[in-house]
């Protein structure tokens, strides 16, 4: 398998898409009720924090190339 740089960006944005998908996944079998528009917050503040978390990794990165 090929080795790959790890991306916590991507990371985070999984996780808040994977627990939307969770939340509707949850309405769809009748354990809860989630409003339809429960999804704005979830996904717009998954992707404002993913973002944030890639810039933050790359400044990171930089950093680091440059010390060595």
Not at 32 to 54: H, Q
């Amino acid at each position: 398998m090929l080795r790959h740089e790890f991306q916590p960006g991507r990371l985070v944005a999984g996780l808040f898409l994977t627990a939307t998908g969770a939340a509707f996944a949850g309405d769809a079998g009748g354990l809860w009720e989630t409003p339809w528009f429960a999804v704005v917050p979830l996904i717009v503040g998954g992707l404002c924090l993913a973002g944030l978390t890639a810039a933050v990794a790359r400044g990171i990165r930089r950093r680091g190339g440059a010390e060595s």
